[in-house]
Every structure is written in C-alpha cells, then in structure tokens.
C-alpha cells in the first residue's frame, strides 16, 4: 500500500470543514407536530359548517393540499444554500413583486373584499395574501442590508433609519388593506432583527415609542378602529357589535376548562364564533383540549422559537444568523399576536395563527420558509458553504 502524501493529510482536515450536517431535527420534530396538531384542531373548526357545503372533509383536503405543496418546497429551500438568497437580485426581486402584489390587492375589483378588508388575491381559483410572502421578503432584505451595514447599525441616521425604509414601506403598503396587525408584525421583526445586529438599546426603545405612538394614532383615527381598539377591554359590554367575536372566544375557552370538551365536542363552531378555521382557530383548542391543550400549543410554539434562535446561534455566518433569526422571529411573533387577541390581552385584529389557520397558500410559504433555516442548520457551521 502505498503512503499517504503530505498533501492529502495536508487536506483531509480541510474536508472536514466543509462537510454538511443533517438538518436540525428538532426544528424538523416540531413543525411536523405544531402541523399534525393544526390538522386535527382544523377538522374540528369546519367539520360542522362544512357538513353543509356537502363536503365535510372541505377545509382539511384544503390545508393538505397546502401542506403538500409546503413539503416539496421546503425539501427544495433546505437544499438550496441559504447564501442564494443574500444574491441583490434575489432580494429585489422578491420585493418589487411583494410591492406589485400588495398594489394590486388595494384596488378595488382586483383585490378580494372580505368583511371591509382586501388583502387577498385570487388566481386561478386559489387565494392567498401577498402580505405572507411580503414579510419574509422583508427578512431577507434585512439580514442582506444588516450585513452590509456593519458597525453603521449603531448608529441612528446611518444605520437604523435607512434600513427601515424599506419595511416602513411594507408597512404603509399593508396598512392600506387595512390590515394593521400584519403591519405591526413586519415592524416588530424588523426590530428584533435589528437588535441582533448590534443596535444600541436607547435607538430601539426610540423606534418602538414611535411605532407605538403611530399604532395608536392610526388606531384612534376612524370610529370604528377607535371602537374594535376599545373592545378587547370589557368585550361583553359590546357583545352587540365590537364585542361579539371576543366574547364567544372567551365563552370558548370558559366551556373548555382545565381539560376541554373533547375533540369536536365544542359548541362555538357551530355558527356562534366567527371565522373559527382562521383568526380565531385556538378558541377552538381552548374549547376542545381545554387550557392543558392551549399551553401544549404554546409549548410548541416556544420550541419551535429555541430550535430556531439556536441555529441562528449556531451560525458562523451572520447573514445566515440573521435570516434564521428573522424567519423564526416572524413566524412565532405573528404567533403570540394571534393567540393574544384570542385570549383577549391584545386589541381584536384579523392575524392567522401559523401551521393552525385554514389557508393553503399560506402553510405553503411558511414551510418553504422553515427550509431555509433547515438548510442553515446543515450548513451554517462550514466556514465557506
């Protein structure tokens, strides 16, 4: 047998290096739960109003349909390297067709107006929102721009403020729907996403006074935000109008008790809660599973946030921290959002709850966004992927 040459000993060690690892199972095991969990709770929300459409099984075969299109593409964006979507022409293009889609969801006959709000475009007979598609554009741009900016971050007029010209305009973009939750969800990210590349602390808590201080004023401007504002606070007062949702929420999770109804046993579906495959979608776990069924929910919800935030940790790379940073972030903000509004400690706002909600489009890009981190857990740790 011949010897082994200087050069390849020389190189064997550098191999290592770049070898991939599998991708992280626990973000893997957790999704794969938080989507299980989301099928049963959907088949409880629709069974019953869905009985009448002749088509029990309607909203189920839906979200499958999603969650299979979601697979296949978060096979593809896990094996795609995640570096891809740092390319300048990747991230604009991705936002000039974020932007052109939220324009022409606000124009009246092409937008689809649902309960005084157009965010919604049909094609071809399926419809999604392109504020889904937008907020994760919004990340990638950031975790591109945050890296280019460098030590700049720390500074207000250098740094923070321009990278948020772009997420301010989102933002507006969003808010003309009106979808103010959304919106909000963008800007929160984007803050968490700024703090993580170094921002001072006293910039933060000056951008988030004014994007509360903006919230509100937008709140407060039309009577009937001024009133659906109000009305998380003593819902039953205004169970007439503002009230009515939250309150047959609470009745949900107050039927529900300690262990809940049983699946499908609860009684809100049945006409008395609005929309309880989307927005209102954990009324139906509090009323079925009771409060043990929501705290499982959440406790997913948190793992899924450690999964996420410990790849970013472990990236070498910080455009590869960022973007995982940032998908996770958005994806268990809207989260929390959501089932703050459900429980009442948030002002009613129409938010779906991720992997939960009815929408096939939407389970499909946040899937797809998951694979992107999955990919930076097989190749976050190599120096040069």
Request: hydrophobic content about 50%.
């Amino acid at each position: 047998m011949l010897g082994t040459s200087s050069a390849q000993k020389t190189r064997a060690p550098l191999l290592s290096r770049y070898k991939r690892q599998p991708v992280d199972k626990m973000l893997l095991t957790v999704m794969l739960l938080l989507l299980s969990s989301g099928l049963l709770v959907l088949f409880s929300a629709t069974y019953y109003t869905a009985q009448d459409a002749g088509d029990p099984l309607r909203e189920v075969r839906s979200q499958l349909l999603g969650i299979a299109l979601g697979a296949v593409a978060c096979f593809v964006t896990s094996r795609i390297p995640y570096r891809f979507w740092k390319d300048t022409w990747v991230v604009v293009g991705l936002l000039i067709l974020s932007a052109v889609l939220l324009t022409l969801v606000i124009i009246p006959g092409v937008g689809v107006y649902i309960n005084g709000s157009r965010r919604w475009l049909s094609l071809g007979g399926l419809s999604f929102q392109p504020s889904e598609l937008a907020k994760f554009s919004v990340v990638m741009f950031l975790a591109t721009t945050l890296c280019y900016r460098g030590r700049n971050i720390r500074s207000l007029f250098r740094g923070i403020v321009p990278v948020l010209l772009v997420p301010g305009i989102v933002f507006l973009l969003i808010l003309q729907q009106p979808n103010l939750s959304t919106a909000g969800s963008i800007l929160i990210v984007s803050l968490v996403m700024i703090i993580i590349a170094g921002a001072k602390w006293r910039h933060i808590l000056l951008m988030t006074a004014g994007g509360l201080s903006l919230g509100a004023f937008y709140a407060w401007a039309e009577p009937y935000r001024r009133r659906r504002m109000m009305s998380f606070r003593d819902p039953f007062a205004m169970m007439s109008d503002e009230g009515y949702q939250l309150s047959q929420s609470l009745i949900a999770f107050g039927s529900g008790g300690l262990f809940g109804m049983g699946l499908g046993m609860g009684r809100q579906k049945y006409a008395y809660l609005p929309y309880p495959e989307s927005d209102f979608i954990f009324a139906i776990v509090g009323e079925d599973f009771g409060l043990a069924g929501c705290l499982v929910v959440i406790a997913l919800f948190v793992a899924f946030l450690l999964a996420g935030m410990r790849i970013a940790v472990s990236c070498r790379d910080k455009f590869g921290m960022l973007l995982s940073a940032g998908i996770t972030a958005s994806i268990t903000v809207q989260a929390f959002l959501n089932m703050g509004v459900v429980i009442g400690i948030l002002p009613t706002t129409g938010l779906p709850l991720p992997f939960f909600s009815a929408g096939g489009t939407s389970i499909s890009i946040t899937m797809a966004a998951v694979g992107i981190v999955l990919n930076v857990s097989r190749t976050g740790g190599v120096v040069d992927a």
